[in-house]
């Protein structure tokens, strides 16, 4: 960088430079010949230098001033958003609160978890619903198909006496059915695969609550190329009802009573004793096992494959029985003759709601889930 060098004083006597004398203010204010003289207190003042601009954002706002009827915020005010919607009522047509609460009549808004359904094509369905006595829906269901015939069911029944159990069953149904609709492995080793992916689910749930764990019952389904293979462990089921033939349980319960029909108590009499819901294996931290007992079934045929938690076997648990209800309602009231399935194609979705509403007409002691297929289901996913 190039510096200017020092002025060095004058010697001793000699006047200093005029470039270096102080000037008379009076002298410096005396006009030159083109112009008056100004009196150096009048002079125009220099302008003020303009700030330079703010490097960090936008320069701040002024101080706070009076505009119209208020006073100019430091910020805006953000703009008016929409109330959000909480529902309409069922009962009355208003609104529900943020609580869950209807604004014009009081009630309370349902919980999606006490009743809800699937049907994922023309020939699979579910419903699972709270019942009649339960507070709560612990029970849970998943079901898949793809339209070409291949289906998978789950089917998992949470303990009411153990915690959070209605939370497990749900994991577990799902978990179970991301596995399920994999065909990676063979079906058998399929049901297998779930079932561990289930009992995992379940544990992942309980690992907050070691002293009072999660659990539930658990069953499945798979159906591929005219063949059934299923799972289970705890008490709920599986069946085979064809429109014709023999009906047919597909799964043993891990239960107190089916060890007392074991033993030879007749089963009605087992089913109805205080331990009759008394599981002996379960999904969950605590279960001693839960490897499920596969069996498969020939589904070529036309019938329904329905599995189902207690809530709907406590009421039918013979195959002949539950058949009995099946070809019941799923008949047309108009259709007067033997075969029920022969004059229209069935709704499976219609027919499960039919027989959760049949099961809580004699009481609803339970939650109930049933989950249909209606073979057989060909590569075009049609009923035969």
């Known amino acids: 960088m190039t510096t200017t060098p020092p002025v060095p004083p004058p010697p001793d006597g000699l006047p200093e430079p005029a470039d270096r004398q102080e000037a008379d203010p009076v002298e410096a204010a005396e006009p030159d010949a083109a112009g008056p003289r100004t009196d150096p207190a009048e002079a125009e003042e220099p302008e003020a230098e303009e700030p330079e601009p703010f490097s960090d954002g936008p320069p701040p706002l002024p101080e706070p001033m009076l505009v119209l009827d208020g006073t100019l915020p430091e910020h805006p005010a953000p703009a008016d958003e929409q109330a959000p919607d909480h529902g309409t009522c069922a009962v009355c047509g208003g609104a529900y ?62 303990v009411t006496t153990a915690t959070r159990s209605a939370e497990a069953s749900m994991a577990a149904a799902d978990a179970a059915l991301e596995v399920l609709v994999d065909d990676a492995l063979a079906p058998a080793e399929r049901i297998v695969a779930a079932t561990d992916a289930a009992a995992e689910a379940v544990e992942q749930v309980g690992r907050d609550f070691p002293e009072s764990a999660p659990s539930c019952t658990y069953v499945a389904a798979l159906v591929q190329d005219g063949t059934a293979t299923v799972g289970s462990v705890g008490d709920s089921r599986a069946y ?7 009906p047919r349980r597909l799964t043993t319960d891990d239960s107190m009573a089916e060890e007392q029909v074991q033993a030879g108590i007749d089963r009605q009499t087992a089913e109805a004793g205080p331990m009759a819901h008394t599981i002996t294996r379960w999904l969950g931290p605590d279960s001693p096992d839960h ?15 329905l599995l189902c938690s207690d809530g709907l076997w406590n009421y039918a648990s013979e195959p002949r029985a539950l058949r009995e209800v099946v070809h019941t309602l799923a008949r047309p009231e108009a259709d007067g003759g033997e075969a029920p399935h022969t004059s229209s194609s069935p709704d499976p979705l219609a027919l499960a709601q039919a027989l959760v509403d049949w099961a809580n007409e004699r009481g609803g002691a339970d939650n109930i889930t049933v989950a249909l297929v209606r073979t057989p289901t060909g590569q075009d996913g049609t009923h035969g």
């Open 291 to 305: 490897t499920p007992v596969v069996t498969t079934q020939d589904v070529t045929t036309p019938g329904w494959l």
């Open 240 to 246: 085979w009802l064809p429109d014709s033939g023999e």
């Open 97 to 158: 609160d943020e609580d869950g609460w209807c604004t014009e009549c009081g009630s309370r808004r349902p919980d999606p978890r006490h009743h809800f359904s699937a049907r994922p094509d023309d020939h699979v369905a579910a419903v699972c619903d709270r019942g009649i006595r339960h507070e709560d829906n612990e029970d849970a269901m998943a079901v898949w198909a793809d339209g070409t015939g291949r289906a998978a069911l789950v089917v998992c029944d949470g």
